[in-house]
Structure formats: C-alpha cells, structure tokens
C-alpha cells in the first residue's frame, strides 16, 4: 500500500519532511486536508510566515500549486489576508507558528474584524494536554480562548476528519452576514494524523453560498423610500461596506437616478469617480450640516462621522432622520435613532430602492446640488494654488498634486495610504476614479497596514500600487520592502519623510541630550532600504524628481521605494484629529 508519507517526491534535506503527493496515495495526511480544504474552496493565495509547527504546510502548499506568500513579521501577513479578503470577498488567510507568531497575527485579525474585512487566521499550535495543565510546551498558549474576543468566531479541529468542518465553518462565519475575522487553531498532532484517501476527500465540503444574500423586507423598502423622496436636502453617505459589496452599479445608479449628492467615506472613494459632478467631497461639512435626509450605505456613525452628533452635524438645528442600509440588524441606532432601518446586503437593499424610483422621481433640489456644486469649486480653485506650488522644501501638497496627476493618468492603479497629515492630505487631495482602489487606516486609524495591504494588492489584482506613507507609518512595516523585491512586486512606496511622527521639529521638554519622543533620525535616507534588496531607491527633494520617479516606479513595475523630503515644519500634531488628544490640564495653567 502506498501512501503519501510512504511515496513522496525525493526530500532534500531542507524540506525533508514536505513530500509531494502522489495520486494513487492511499492515505492522506492533515497537511494535505488542510491545503485540499482550502482548495476546494477556491482559496489559491496563503500569507504567512513559517515555523514549527507549520513550515511544511507552506512548503506542501506551494508543492500544490498554491501561491504562498512569506512575510517578515506576521502582522504584515495578517494585513496582506485581510486586504486580500476586503478586494476579493474570499476570506484571506494568514498562516503563522503558534504563542509568539500567533500573537503577532492577532492584532491584523482584530483590525479586520473592526474593518468587517473576511480574514482567517490559521495558527499552529502546541499539544493540548501540555498547554491545558499549563505543563511549558514549547510556545504553550491558549490560543483559541485568547482569540475569541478579538474576532467573529473562533474553532479549534482536533482531528483530521474534522478538517473539512472547521475550514468550511471559518469561511462561512468569516463571509456570511457582516464580514470579520475568524481564528482557526490547528495543534501540531493534527498536521501527522492520516485519514483513508477516499473517506479523507469526502470528508471535506465545499461551502455553498458562504455569503448568502439578504433580501430587505418590501415594508423597509417602502419606509426608505417614504422618507427619501420627503427630503429637501438628501445626502448618500458610502462607506467601506458599499466597497466590499461589490454593487458599483446599482450605487452608481441609484446616486444618478436620484440625483443625490454622495460623500463617500476614504475607502469607498472610485467607487463613483471622485470627479462625478455629485460628489460633495469637496464640501463635506457643509453637506453633514445642512442635509436633511441621510441614506448611509455600508457606513457606520461611528467616530469617524462624530457619532452622527454635535456641531458637525448642526444639532442645534434639529435631529438629522436616517435611513440605514446595513447587513448588521444590530448596528441600527447605535448611535442615534435611524428613521428607517434597511436590513439586508447592500446589493439587495439598492436594488429594491431602485425598483421603486421611476423616472418620475424628483431629482434632488436645484438650491441644494447647486450650492453644493458652487461650494466644490470654490474649494477645488483653493486648493489647485497649493498644488501647483513648489515650495521648497516639498509641502504635503506639492508632493501629493505629483500622486494625484499619476493615479489620473493610472486609474487602474491601488493607492495605500497611512500615516497622519500624510493620510489626511493623501484622502482629500488624491482623487480616485474606481472602486476599490484606496486602502488605509480604516476604522482604527491604525499604523502599520501599508506593506501588507500594498504586498496583497500587488498579488490578487497585479494592478500597480502606490503606498503613500507617513515615516513614521512606514517605519510599522518597513522591512517588508525585502517581500516585495524577493517577490518582485509592482509596488512604488513613497515616504513622506518630515523626520518625525508628525512633524520633526519638537524639543525635549526636560532639555536633555535626548531628542523629544516624536523626532526621528533627520536626513534619513528611506531608498537605500529599498535598493539593499535590489529595488530601486528614489531620493526625491523636488515635485520634479518624484514626478520622474514615480512615473519610472509605474512604467516599470519595479519595486521602488521614494524618499520623498518634505518641510519638516509642515503638518499638525495628529492630523486632522488632533482635538482626540487629552488636554494636560497642568499644562494649561
Ligand atoms: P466606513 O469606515 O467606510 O464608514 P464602516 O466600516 O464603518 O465604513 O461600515 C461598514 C458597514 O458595512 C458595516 O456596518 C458592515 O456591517 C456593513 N457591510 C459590510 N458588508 C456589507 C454588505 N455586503 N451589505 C450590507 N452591509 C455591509
Ligand atoms: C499601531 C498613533 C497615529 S499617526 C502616527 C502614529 C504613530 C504616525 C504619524 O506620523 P507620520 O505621518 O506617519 O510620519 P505625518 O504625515 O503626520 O508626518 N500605533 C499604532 N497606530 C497608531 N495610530 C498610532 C500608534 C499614530
């Protein structure tokens, strides 16, 4: 009898214990119900990180034909699964070793939790009696207990014919109803256990239908619709879950039919052309105060629409009335009251609205889309004078009018952004024409996504990324540009480097020889990380050199990392966000 731990291909020494499969191998063993499972789900990309006890999964799944992706840190492998899941709704997944690796995965699984972005986490594990007496295994946690919590849903399969179920109930707790991330803990024994090759096949299950869709009730519909056409002052709010619905046309139809001008939030920028003559981008808080009516579609009201509350919203002038399209019954008034509550995927809930705007529909109000409009251009003649500036060194705005025209003439490309002025100037001044097209910070506001997520864009679309990048931002995922030259991926990072979180220009308080918390090495030379791997390094000091370096970066598809110098006077502690700090109340004194 033969079998795949009897026939497998000639081991090197280095791969001593990865055996390819051979057909008429009669057993089966967990490593390869894994990766069959996997598989057999259409899952063809792992982004991981190897080591005992999972380094021969990586290496078997590759033997397979599946692509895997190896990181330097399993945070950024984490980023790269969630973005994966967030451009393709197919849960990605991130592969890593047990306690240390595992943890280092988990803060990328709770982001894309928080995100609603569909991830797996499958982590490698120690042997349960040992780790359950709490007896010192080697890497010894409790993983499963510590991930519950910080995820959706979280299995733990303690026997190979098990596999099937804990794969298939991680992709469907990761796709159905609102999007998250689910842990999966595979302990070491489970990878050597064998199964009978037939009663191992089918013991494995194709997920049908792991995100099925969900039909709003026609009397929501009817409310909806009720109180839309009521509106003097309508507003579409998208967000990043109108993105991830993948149902760009019923939005785009539904904005024009109606008329309504739209805000999108940054990641559901392209999914209409931020040029399309309804956006009201450019003059978002005069839309937040003054609108009437606000359909949110995959958008939560929370901080960063400031609770859907206060002074940016006009309270003084009386409550706002809500509609809320959502797949999450209980995200509905967890704010403030919504007026009507659309429960169901986006893609649904649009098309039963659309079933009911005829061409008799009245287009939105003249005085308000033309207000709209006057206001949007207006701040756009603002604007174009900062971009068109060349100051020197480069302001935020120089550097980001040189992105701008670049993605307009490469709308196909992903733009990544992170960091703090950086994102905030990135987010408004870098218009996106599809949908998308924009990854960043997300609901977090968190630092350290840029490598992974532009490493994932690269893999699943093969599209152009451009990773625009605070320093300090960068400096979370910086030694991942050794991933994205080992796999040669059409990634240009520029980093805007100001010397400093922030800024680069404060003092240590206490005048010591220390320089203060936010300062960084000044004059640092980011390309030179880039070309010690055999990528191209651009230093960039004027809106010139960036424009031929990064025009170079996209012709070529070349890994490219610039140095963009910028003004190190130049931003705002925390961006646009610099009210969340705490007040030192000593200090004020
Ligand atoms: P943003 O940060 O862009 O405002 P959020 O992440 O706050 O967006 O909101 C995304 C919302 O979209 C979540 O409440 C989530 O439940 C919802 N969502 C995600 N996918 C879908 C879908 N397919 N259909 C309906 N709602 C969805
Ligand atoms: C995981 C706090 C928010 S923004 C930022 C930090 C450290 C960096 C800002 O400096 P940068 O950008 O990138 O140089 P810029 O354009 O202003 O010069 N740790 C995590 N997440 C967050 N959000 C922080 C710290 C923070």
Redesign the pocket.
Known sequence: MSSVIEKGLPATAANAGAKARTEDAAVIDGFHLVIDALKLNDIDTIFGLPGIPITDLTRMAQAEGMRVISFRHEQHAGNAAAAAGFLTQKPGICLTVSAPGFLNGLTALANATTNCFPMILISGSSEREIVDLQQGDYEEMDQLAIAKPLCKAAYRVLHAEDIGVGVARAIRAALSGRPGGVYLDLPAKLFAQTLDAAAGRQSLIKVVDPAPRQIPAPDAVKRALDLLKTAKRPLILLGKGAAYAQADAEIRALVEKTGIPYLPMSMAKGLLPDTHELSASAARSHVLAEADVVMLVGARLNWLLSHGKGKTWAAEKGPKQFIQIDIAPTEIDSNVAIAAPLIGDIGSCVSALLAGIDASWPKAPADWTGGIAERRTKNQAKMAANLAARPSPMSFQSALGVIREQVKARPDAIVVN??????DFARSIVDMYEPRKRLD?GTW????IGMGFAVAAAVVTGKPVIAI??????G?SGMEVETICRYNLPVCVVV?N?N????GTDVNMGGGADVAPTVFVKGARYDKLMEAFGGVGVHATTADELQAGLAQAIASGRPTLINAVIDETA?TE??RITKLNPLSAAMKK
């Open positions: 992170e960091g703090a002025n950086t994102l910070v506001g968190i630092m350290g990048e605070g320093d300090s931002a960068f979370f805007f100001n400093g979180v922030y800024r931003g925390s961006g």
